[in-house]
């Protein structure tokens, strides 16, 4: 049984320390969150220049597979850009850019990522060309 003198106590350090401890859970799940984002950019560029680099292979093929992978996780706000535009029978190196702006991708509003950008580029040699 609790003394009564001590209810006061008890709920003034739960008013201190329960707001430190969402605050460090918020923080700790945001920070997960960058890192699988960060990994996946990463992912979408190997995946994105690979299509591009086998032949027969369009740029918009390869942005549509790099836009698939970041969509795995809930990204879509990114810009994807494959170098060269036209991927010919002649283009020997296929290239493919992500940048994905981590406030407007994240699940939670917050000060963590504000003004943060994920970049990653990827150049491959193309299959086939010599």
Same mark, same amino acid.
Not at 8 to 21: D, S, Y
Not at 41 to 70: F, H, M, Q, S, W
Not at 110 to 115: L, P
């Given at each position: ?35 699988? @984002?960060?990994?996946? *950019? ?11 680099? /086998?032949? =027969?292979? #369009?740029? $918009? ?34 290239? @493919?850019?992500?940048? *994905? ?11 963590? /990522?504000? =003004?943060? #950008?994920? $970049? ?11």
């Amino acid at each position: 049984m609790i003394r009564k003198k001590y209810a006061g106590e008890m709920l003034v350090e739960f008013a201190i320390v329960v707001p430190v401890l969402i605050l460090i859970f918020f923080a700790g799940f945001e920070s997960c969150r960058v890192a699988v @984002v960060r990994h996946t *950019v990463d992912n979408a560029v190997y995946a994105g220049c690979r299509i591009g680099a /086998v032949p =027969g292979a #369009t740029a $918009r093929e390869a942005e549509a597979e790099a836009r698939k992978v970041l969509r795995s996780i809930g990204v879509d706000k990114a810009r994807v850009e494959v170098q060269p535009e036209s991927i010919g029978l002649t283009t020997d190196k296929v290239s @493919v850019s992500i940048e *994905v702006p981590l406030d407007q991708n994240s699940l939670i509003p917050n000060q963590f /990522v504000s =003004g943060k #950008t994920i $970049r990653r580029t990827l150049t491959l040699q193309r299959e086939g060309v010599r």
